[in-house]
């Protein structure tokens, strides 16, 4: 028997677009709309009108799964919440915060019908919750940018070109010996998709610069400070760094920048402006990522048109410290 997931695979859209095309209560685009009437022809597909009107029930809630992880910066993980908090709200919609970082919780809420749509971050470059996003009755945005993400729907930041920005600045300056300090061990081990992207877009862009770059992981505590500088000890003609760690940054780049070298800071803009004497800046706009986000869930809700994929470029930038 022909289901609503099976019209909703062959036009292409969410399930809940197929049954806000059935239900009339969303303005759906023409096209979509073309779309999910012809899959529904083709297939032959007859909902029954007491499914139909349950399955086309609005909770007005966006679930959110933001697990805390060893190695994640809380304070940028609330700043992306917010972000998304304050667009879907903007748009009468509530956020329904998931903390755990598997399948299940997703599962649970979208087959609950707890949530219209749901948002997942913290992304790995492969990560087994795509699989499962695909399946659900429910449209679906990661946070990230995976490997192999099929047909899913992603916004993040564009953190490979940040870091061939960065590897084109520092080539700039006339460095020669480069180095990334990023993110802890254990996030680099889970290989989240930020890390491998931007580790990806530095070693690139060193190549392309003829620069000698590495890539080295960095505590977020006081203890990054006895990392960096054994690196340093091994390799003194490292003169230019991009340093992307925000709970790193205010204990390490300052003892950097007192060696002779130049930093380029990666995080949010509010954070750069608390360490003196940076050379450059990367704003990470965390609150931005969270709202395109939030932006892209209600797009999928509504069935309009967009992007499978959206990356806030990276922008180049001086930014002062704080007196």
Do not use: W
């Not at 986000?293 to 048109?305: M, Q, S, V």
Request: charged share 20%; net charge negative; glycine share 8%.
């Amino acid at each position: 028997m022909t289901t609503i997931a099976d019209v909703a695979r062959a036009a292409r859209v969410s399930i809940s677009t197929v049954s806000y095309v059935l239900s009339g209560k969303r303005t759906i685009s023409p096209d979509t709309k073309e779309r999910v009437t012809q899959a529904i022809a083709d297939l032959n597909y007859s909902p029954h009108a007491s499914a139909r009107s349950l399955a086309s029930r609005s909770t007005q809630v966006i679930g959110l799964q933001a697990p805390l992880r060893a190695g994640v910066d809380v304070h940028v993980v609330m700043e992306i919440v917010a972000g998304i908090a304050r667009a879907a709200r903007a748009n009468r919609y509530n956020i329904l915060l998931l903390t755990g970082d598997d399948s299940e919780a997703l599962e649970h809420a979208a087959r609950a019908s707890a949530v219209d749509a749901l948002v997942v971050m913290d992304v790995e470059s492969t990560d087994p919750r795509i699989e499962t996003v695909k399946n659900l009755p429910a449209p679906s945005v990661l946070i990230g940018l995976p490997s192999e993400s099929g047909d899913a729907h992603c916004v993040d930041f564009d953190f490979e070109a940040a870091g061939r920005l960065a590897a084109a600045r520092l080539a700039e300056l006339g460095h020669k010996r480069v180095a990334l300090f990023g993110a802890p061990q254990e996030v680099m081990e889970r290989h989240t998709s930020y890390v491998d992207r931007l580790r990806q877009g530095f070693i690139g862009g060193c190549e392309e610069h003829g620069l000698s770059g590495s890539v080295h992981a960095c505590p977020t505590s006081t203890d990054a400070r006895a990392t960096v500088d054994g690196i340093f000890a091994e390799n003194p003609s490292m003169t230019g760094v991009l340093f992307h760690n925000e709970g790193a940054l205010p204990h390490v780049a300052p003892r950097i920048i007192a060696g002779g070298r130049d930093v380029i800071a990666m995080c949010p803009e509010h954070l750069a402006r608390t360490v003196p004497g940076l050379t450059d800046t990367i704003i990470v706009p965390a609150e931005d990522i969270g709202a395109a986000a939030a932006r892209a869930a209600l797009d999928l809700l509504a069935g309009t048109k967009r992007d499978r994929i959206e990356l806030l470029p990276p922008r180049l930038g001086s930014t002062s410290a704080e007196a």
